[in-house]
């Protein structure tokens, strides 16, 4: 198989930092990321960002469709005349397009996207996605109370899915190599470990109270409008930083109920 150098030469592409373009070279890692996905036959798969089709040549033929979203012109090209009718090619931005449905997503995932592709992801049904991300990114997704990794990325996960660190990925398994090491993260829809009232109102409180982190929890809401008074709201002089999503959750079922709802 020729090189990613010899691929991004055959087919004018030039690496743009701003696509978060690091083509995986390793095949190694390759293997053990699409076992992870534990695709069957039956499995429509979703392959975001296939480059030159390191994952692609694995995922194709291995469930009953595939579906790839690729921005680049040049690397749909080639996506498209490598493969044909073997997959199904979306040429378009995956945080603008609608995705198709699907049971499994497998990527490497451009880094200046991680963000809005998972919680894209978030708002569809799956059965499980594996996702190559930045390791800062990786360590947001499992980061404990406290941390300063914690975030809003955490808590809207751990709502709807469990997530965990497959393995380190070094920067040296891709090109051109990144600044920074990867890691591979699965993740596994389940049950909310926790009841709500109103989601759509746990999920603004936990933007509203992450994006001032620093300030306690009743000034973030006032600043939001969410609540008129804190009164009444649990963990008021709390930060978001220190509270648990069960008591995030409290803390927006408070909120729903002083709207009158």
Do not use: W
């Not at 499992?142 to 990925?169: H, K, M, Q, W």
């Amino acid at each position: 198989m020729s090189t990613a150098r010899e691929l991004m030469a055959s087919a004018g592409v030039i690496p743009k930092k701003s696509k978060g373009q690091n083509f995986l070279i390793d095949d190694r890692v390759a293997d053990r990321i699409v076992g992870y996905a534990g695709i069957t036959p039956s499995d429509r798969v979703l392959e975001i960002g296939p480059g030159f089709g390191v994952l692609t040549d694995r995922l194709a033929g291995m469930g009953s469709s595939l579906t790839c979203i690729e921005l680049d012109t040049k690397l749909a090209s080639y996506i498209r005349s490598t493969y044909g009718d073997r997959l199904t090619l979306i040429e378009g931005d995956a945080v603008k397009v609608p995705f198709p449905e699907f049971d499994v997503l497998v990527s490497n995932l451009p880094y200046s996207v991680s963000t809005p592709i998972i919680f894209k992801l978030l708002e569809h049904p799956f059965r499980r996605a594996v996702v190559m991300v930045q390791k800062e990114f990786a360590d947001r997704v499992v980061a404990d109370v406290g941390s300063p990794e914690y975030s809003r990325l955490t808590v809207n996960l751990f709502y709807r899915a469990e997530c965990e660190i497959l393995e380190p990925v070094p920067a040296s398994r891709f090109d051109p190599r990144p600044k920074v090491d990867s890691a591979v993260v699965g993740i596994t829809p389940r049950p909310a470990p926790f009841e709500v009232l109103d989601e759509r109102t746990f999920f603004k409180v936990t933007e509203a109270c992450f994006n001032q982190r620093r300030k306690k929890i009743g000034t973030a809401l006032r600043n939001y409008h969410l609540v008129e008074s804190s009164e009444g709201i649990p963990y008021r002089d709390d930060r978001i930083e220190d509270l648990r999503p069960v008591e995030i959750a409290e803390i927006a079922d408070a909120v729903f109920r002083s709207n009158g709802q």
